[in-house]
């Protein structure tokens, strides 16, 4: 494994995932442990532990995917809003030291909370399929 680094074995597929977006700059595929119903990540392919370690281009490549698949999924599930949540240093609750951005899709009335679930693998087949767009297609 690529820098002993869970995401970049994803990224070389030698862990699966549940794909929910893919370009030439990141790879967006859903959590295994969602806190929500469509509980997305988006790692750059770039390995970089964190943002202080990011140069700003990437940075900033990253988080217009970002914003492009928040948007996809908010409105593709109907969501009311959703959170962003990117941690940087173990203090602040990261484990895995790749850049990361979570989109967590949130419903109104729906109490705000970050404990995961433990991922149904079909259910999270089924959100995967359903969220799956290609840069150009679906929601830009």
């Known amino acids: 494994m690529r820098n002993d680094c869970v995401f970049c074995a994803?990224?070389?597929g030698e862990v699966p995932c549940f794909k929910v977006y893919e370009?030439?700059?990141v790879?967006?595929?859903?959590?295994i442990n969602p806190?929500?119903?469509?509980?997305?990540?988006?790692?750059?392919k770039k390995h970089v532990t964190g943002?202080?370690?990011?140069d700003d281009e990437l940075l900033a490549q990253v988080v217009s995917r970002v914003k492009k698949i928040a948007r996809h999924i908010v409105?593709?599930?109907g969501a009311d809003g959703f959170n962003i949540l990117q941690n940087n240093g173990e203090a602040a609750g990261q484990s895995v030291f790749h850049l990361h951005f979570h989109i967590i899709p949130r419903r109104k009335g729906e109490p705000l909370s970050f404990t995961p679930?433990?991922?149904?693998l079909g259910r999270l087949e089924r959100m995967a399929a359903r969220l799956h767009f290609e840069d150009g297609a679906g929601v830009l």
């Open 10 to 12: 994803i990224l070389d």
């Open 23 to 25: 370009d030439d700059t």
């Open 27 to 31: 790879l967006a595929y859903l959590d």
């Open 35 to 44: 806190f929500a119903d469509g509980h997305t990540l988006v790692i750059p």
């Open 51 to 54: 943002i202080l370690a990011s």
């Open 75 to 77: 409105e593709t599930l």
């Open 117 to 120: 679930a433990k991922g149904d």
